[in-house]
């Protein structure tokens, strides 16, 4: 498509810039503006390009090479900036929308081996039998080796067949699941009353309708018999997702004063984002967990809450993703997710590389097994290019803090999408005796029923 592998050099250059506007608006106007650096670089590129084409031991695809070294490009940002495929944005689009067709399970990596974490209540495979722990070994017969591929192959069109095989614990042969693929909501507010005027509420993502959901939670909770006197909000192992989710989200619980700031290179990517009194009063007193899988939209909730003083941030220090991306649609189903701010919190604090640290470090551990969590060491600021943070920038060179030891490759690639300790207590369907062995949600719980308490103390 982008040129014939006998095509000549200069020709492959003409190539190579029609390729770079086909994924990037407005290329030419930046190519005149810096016409010959430009120029001087896309000989070089098509240099490469004529060689791998003439002389790569196997006959390669030039769109796929050049979409590749755009790729290069952009990732040599910093880890969040990425070129989407129509593939990879199709899969962002329905991570933030809320639902899409498939079985209905949450997988995860395990030993190498595609396993099942839990299934949805009511989907297919929740009907079928299928269980956590399930390790799942083919797809329609396929062997299925890695998470994208498995997931990709269980999505189908609504009312389509798939046959899952897995190795189940105590099964001498594997299982063999035919299911019909169907509509699954993601929830990614999940709620239940730890005991009367307590309540526990689980954000797991921020998505297009994670506000409405909460908002739907809340008041649920808040018109029962019993009304709220306290409200754990669990904001651990959420990655992010909806910047506008976690602005309104802090706004149910912040009343005035500023949320967030955003400050780009650019005039309109810097932004402050102010709260508005709420319909509804919350004065009730608030716990947020956090630990060290909470990461960008989780933290500005978490940020804000701090610094307005509104809620006690328990558990341990945030990932550390201080930053903004935008998404601009490219011709040909393609996207740009790019970083174009970082941000702040209300007292002007950047968590980039740093994280929100917890004003009570409680690390995590299920209360009956007596066993510790065993934090993830692995952040944004051991990310290859990530974006330097405000504190990384003012620390002289001869008084840096000496980074936390990192996993190397091997251990990282082992445990990267493994769910930590936190999640097996809050798998469907939620049970209130089986968070209270949480060690974070007792803590959280303790402190709220203390604080109630300690109120009548003083009135009495």
Do not use: C
């Not at 269980?131 to 009312?159: C, F, H, Q, W, Y």
């Not at 994670?210 to 908002?215: H, Y």
């Not at 005035?256 to 508005?276: C, F, N, P, Q, W």
Request: charged fraction near 30%; proline fraction near 5%.
């Amino acid at each position: 498509m982008f040129g014939s592998r006998n095509g000549s050099r200069w020709a492959l250059v003409g190539v190579i810039a029609l390729a770079v506007a086909l994924f990037i608006p407005g290329a030419y106007r930046n190519l005149a503006a810096d016409k010959e650096q430009t120029y001087e670089g896309l000989k070089i590129f098509s240099d490469v390009i004529d060689m791998v084409q003439k002389n790569y031991v196997d006959e390669v695809d030039s769109k796929k090479l050049i979409e590749d070294a755009i790729q290069g490009m952009v990732s040599s940002l910093d880890p969040h900036s990425a070129l989407l495929t129509p593939d990879a944005l199709k899969e962002l689009q329905i991570d933030t929308q809320g639902e899409f067709t498939g079985i209905g399970i949450h997988v995860t990596m395990r030993d190498n081996v595609v396993t099942v974490i839990a299934p949805i209540d009511g989907t297919p495979a929740y009907n079928a039998g299928i269980k956590a722990g399930d390790k799942i070994i083919k797809v329609d017969g396929t062997s299925v080796d890695n998470l994208t591929d498995a997931v990709k192959r269980m999505r189908g069109p609504k009312g389509t067949e798939v046959t899952i095989t897995v190795i189940r614990d105590n099964e001498p042969k594997p299982l063999e699941f035919k299911l019909i693929r169907d509509v699954i909501p993601i929830q990614s507010v999940r709620s239940t009353v730890l005991q009367p005027g307590y309540g526990y509420v689980w954000v797991t993502h921020f998505r297009e309708n994670t506000a409405d959901d909460l908002e739907a939670a809340l008041e649920k909770m808040e018109k029962s018999e019993k009304p709220l006197k306290g409200l754990i909000l669990d904001l651990r192992d959420n990655p992010g997702g909806v910047l506008d989710q976690a602005i309104r989200i802090s706004d149910m619980f912040i009343d005035e004063g500023i949320i967030m700031t955003s400050k780009g290179r650019l005039d309109r990517h810097t932004r402050v984002y102010t709260a508005t009194k709420s319909a509804t009063s919350r004065t009730y007193p608030m716990v947020v967990l956090i630990n060290g899988g909470s990461a960008s939209a989780s933290e500005i909730v978490a940020g804000a809450l701090q610094d307005d003083k509104r809620a006690l941030i328990l558990g341990t220090t945030s990932f550390g993703k201080g930053s903004v991306q935008a998404i601009e649609n490219l011709r040909d189903g393609y996207a740009l997710k790019l970083t174009i701010a970082r941000y702040y919190t209300p007292s002007g604090r950047s968590i980039q590389a740093k994280g929100v640290e917890p004003d009570i470090v409680v690390p995590h551990q299920i209360l009956e097994e007596a066993a510790p969590e065993k934090e993830r060491l692995f952040k944004e600021r051991d990310l290859a290019n990530h974006l330097q943070g405000d504190s990384e920038k003012e620390a002289p060179a001869s008084k840096e803090k000496a980074p936390e030891p990192k996993q190397d490759t091997k251990d990282k690639d082992k445990d990267k999408g493994k769910e930590s300790e936190p999640a097996r207590t809050r798998l469907s369907p939620l049970s209130p005796e089986q968070l209270v062995k949480d060690s974070q949600v007792r803590r959280a719980l303790d402190i709220l029923i203390s604080y109630e308490v300690f109120k009548k103390l003083g009135n009495g």
